[in-house]
């Protein structure tokens, strides 16, 4: 044939279309317009197809080189939240705390206390995940079990989107709660609050643990 071959793999709701201007062009000399509109149609459904693709199975460039950025933050304020929520010195008790008493009667005197153990005076920590000393504590120990379960499914999701491509709306979703996560962290300073603290004035002070869910909640927002 004379005539230009024009591909027909397009949307199907334009091949009809095609057909019709090729059959026009087969009956006569070339129509340089009908050519063109052939060629746009063809052009027109390819770029369609291809983001509708997109839209369903993600970028795979998005998933792969891009995550390393989100990845990084993910990983150092889940690190950083499990210094905080999971080690014995998130708060350092003050020398007149009634609580220092309260803890001695158990084992040790204690020195830094945090959600679920205290070091004592001794430098050695204390499992205390039995005691309950008010509701304040036991909440302030909830949130922080939740930023560990949520942090911990952030960044196993942004581990596997290194090498597994995933729709915009599961980015949207993970980056929504990394701003929960945020929220939660700061609300573990409820612990402050309890008895724990609250008895006197300044009864605690906050210590290493305190500072990493400060510098954890930044990293997650």
Known sequence: SPYPLVSLQSHPATQHQHLHVLHSLSRGPVDNRALLKVLFLTSASRASSLQSSSVIMGNPIASGLMCLGPSFFVSAAFILSIFANSRCYFYYLSQNNPARDAFTTLIV?????????????????????????????????????????????????????????????????????????????????????????NQVEDGCQISTGGNCAIAAAVVWF
């Open 109 to 197: 005197e204690p020195n830094r206390i945090g959600l679920w153990c205290y070091e004592g005076v001794n430098g050695v920590d204390y499992n205390i995940s039995n005691l309950t000393l008010d509701h304040k504590y036991e909440v302030a120990r909830a949130i922080g079990t939740a930023v560990m379960a949520i942090g911990f499914f952030d960044w196993l999701f942004y581990l596997f989107a290194g090498c597994k491509p995933f729709p915009p709306i599961a980015f949207k979703f993970v980056g929504l709660l990394g701003v929960v996560n945020c929220i939660l962290q700061s609300c573990v300073f409820l612990l402050g609050q309890s008895r724990a603290c």
